[in-house]
Structure formats: structure tokens, C-alpha cells
């Protein structure tokens, strides 16, 4: 889908997020600035996470979680340097688990996702328009 603002962004996102069940992984690929922290925004509030929390790139934490009608875990490796400092956290038990996990520049560290991880990925076409392909079955379908 084409997105014109970071509103319809977030509305792909939260009706991606209506198509969710527990344990499903959720990978955000495309360049800084292309919207996929926007994009967890919307699939927070389609999730049902409070107004109040605020999401934003988990920097420091490398996850954050987020509680809604199910778990919301978030993930962003842009910083990570090596798939090692990924362990010990017990990432197979966020993917096995209760919720939803997004990980935003998941293709730095292919492998690390299990096979059944939905892509979504990101262009930047002009200052505001981005294109966002979400796989088939998961998206909004409009003739
Ligand atoms: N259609 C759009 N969708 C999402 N973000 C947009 C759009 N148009 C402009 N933007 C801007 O692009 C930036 C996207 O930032 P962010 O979501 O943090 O990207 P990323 O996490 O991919 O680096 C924001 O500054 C936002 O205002
Ligand atoms: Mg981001």
C-alpha cells in the first residue's frame, strides 16, 4: 500500500494487528526514517496498548514491552553489534510466547527470526509517501 502520513501508516499497522494471534513474530525491514517505529505505534493501538505509553524506539533496553489485549514486545537491533548480545535474553520465549513480537531492522541479523516471521517491509518514496508491503492475507484488501 501506498502511505501519504504517518496516520495511514499507523492504520496499516493496526489493521495488520487484527490479524494477530499469540506467538506471532512480526519483521519491520526498510531504511531509517521509512516508518517503522510509526508502524509499531499503530500496532500498539491496535493492540489495544493504553494512549499513555509511550512508544518509542527501545534504545537502551533493546526490548520493550508493552501490555495490551495481548503482549506487545518490541524490538529494535539497530545498534546491535553482534547476535551474541542477544543472549540471555530469551528471545525464543518472547517468540513462543503470550504475545506479539515486532523487531525493526530484523534483516541485520537474518537467522535470528524463526521461519514463520511476517515481513513488512518499508520505502521511502518522497518526504512524506511511503510505500509499505505487508504479505498477502495480512493487509487491508480493497479492489
Ligand atoms: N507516510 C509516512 N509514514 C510514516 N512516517 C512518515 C510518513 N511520511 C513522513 N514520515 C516521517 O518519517 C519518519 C519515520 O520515522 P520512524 O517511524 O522513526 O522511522 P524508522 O523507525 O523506520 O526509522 C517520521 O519523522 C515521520 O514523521
Ligand atoms: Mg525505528
Do not use: N
Not at 525464543?92 to 516471521?117: K, N, Q, S
Amino acid at each position: 500500500m501506498i502511505s501519504r502520513s504517518i496516520e495511514e501508516t499507523q492504520k496499516c499497522a493496526s489493521d495488520l494487528a487484527r490479524r494477530l494471534k499469540p506467538g506471532d513474530v512480526v519483521a519491520l525491514v526498510g531504511d531509517l526514517g521509512a516508518g517503522k517505529t510509526a508502524f509499531v505505534q499503530g500496532l500498539a493501538k491496535g493492540l489495544g496498548v493504553p494512549k499513555d505509553a509511550y512508544v518509542r524506539s527501545p534504545t537502551f533496553t533493546l526490548i520493550a514491552e508493552y501490555s495490551g489485549r495481548m503482549p506487545l514486545y518490541h524490538l529494535d537491533l539497530y545498534r546491535l553489534r553482534d547476535a551474541r548480545e542477544l543472549d540471555g535474553l530469551g528471545l525464543e520465549e518472547y517468540f513462543d510466547g503470550r504475545g506479539i513480537t515486532v523487531v525493526e531492522w530484523a534483516d541485520r541479523f537474518p537467522g535470528i527470526l524463526p521461519e514463520r516471521t511476517i515481513t513488512v517491509s518499508f520505502s521511502i518514496v518522497d518526504e512524506t509517501t511511503r510505500e509499505i508491503v505487508v504479505p498477502a492475507g495480512y493487509g487491508t484488501h480493497r479492489p
